[in-house]
């Protein structure tokens, strides 16, 4: 699909948005953008997400072509094409078992590019003798590639303590936002940390719509958009039982966790270690969270108390340097 199918789509929009206010996204991983797609990009104010895991060195580890080459000369090309043509773009980085070790070369990094909003991803994947597993598959092996979920607690800490001190205000990091968000008892920004799910549909291009992205399985299949409005399959029966069932399925362990408040249980699909109840729906990244939250709730309090006395947070700045 290429700039013609979205600029049809973009005209579509504007006949029959009604007068309502339209926000495009659009995430990639770089290699194919030039001069055409960032004009096109600039012209309907598209936010750009680019996929980009770290320098060369880190990112060329998994990031590759089908036939083996790297892809980070051409995604940092993306970046400076987006940049020159004043497209608003931030970046989306896969924290894997190489570069979970790298947490301030990765910030540095991102930063000289230029990113001003950051997202960092667990990568948790599982595989069977089969392929990747089914979320109903217990005791599956973790894949070589996926993130340790201890080092992962320990790679946001890294990036945090950069963060607070240097450049909150100016940068953005979404697991940060919504963190304070919850110490705040903002709504959620991330289903992720959300008590209940069913808000993030994913839709293939034949128009099957389906739960959520982490859950692009035949059971999660809601229906086809030519047979169905998004109104009735967000409003049925099986996506609000999606949605209660991250909630009713929480290990017991999250009720008793101090940190609740900020994580409900973590995504279900990470949802797979033995709880104390013998039942397997304990989050898998767990043990990185509880550091995250532990290390940041110090800073996260005193920024919850210059919110409530309506001074920014980002105010806190001052007292770290």
């Not at 789509?9 to 309502?20: I, L, T």
């Not at 099986?238 to 949605?243: T, V």
Request: neutral net charge; proline residues 4%.
């Amino acid at each position: 699909m290429g700039i013609p199918f979205y600029r049809k789509a973009v005209e579509f929009q504007q006949r029959y948005c009604g007068g309502k206010t339209i926000v495009n996204t659009f995430q990639t991983n770089g290699i194919l953008i030039n001069d055409d797609w960032a004009t096109f990009f600039r012209e309907h104010d598209f936010l750009v997400g680019v996929s980009i895991d770290g320098d060369a060195a880190l990112h060329d580890e998994w990031r590759v072509t089908r036939s083996g080459k790297p892809t980070h000369e051409k995604v940092e090309n993306a970046v400076r094409c987006l940049a020159q043509h004043d497209v608003e773009f931030n970046t989306l980085t896969v924290v894997n078992r190489t570069n979970m070790h790298h947490p301030v070369q990765v910030y540095r990094y991102l930063k000289s590019i230029g990113s001003r909003y950051m997202q960092f991803i667990p990568l948790v994947e599982r595989c069977g003798e089969n392929g990747l597993a089914q979320p109903q598959d217990k005791h599956i092996a973790m894949t070589p590639w996926s993130v340790d979920s201890l080092q992962f607690g320990q790679f946001l800490n890294a990036v945090f303590d950069i963060w607070i001190r240097e450049d909150i205000g100016d940068i953005g990091i979404q697991l940060f936002e919504q963190t304070l968000a919850a110490w705040c008892g903002l709504p959620p920004q991330v289903c992720v940390f959300a008590p209940t799910c069913g808000s993030a549909f994913a839709m293939e291009m034949n128009g099957d719509v389906y739960n959520c992205d982490h859950f692009v399985y035949p059971q999660f299949k809601l229906g086809n958009i030519h047979q169905k409005t998004l109104r009735q399959m967000n409003q049925g029966e099986q996506n609000r039982q999606f949605g209660s069932d991250k909630q009713r399925s929480m290990a017991q362990e999250c009720h008793r966790c101090q940190w609740k408040f900020a994580c409900y249980g973590g995504c279900p699909k990470h949802r797979f270690l033995p709880s104390a109840s013998g039942a397997t729906n304990h989050n898998y990244l767990c043990a990185g969270y509880q550091a995250f939250f532990s290390h940041t709730a110090t800073a996260m309090s005193a920024m919850r108390t210059l919110y409530e006395k309506g001074i920014s947070p980002a105010e806190i700045k001052s007292i770290f340097v």
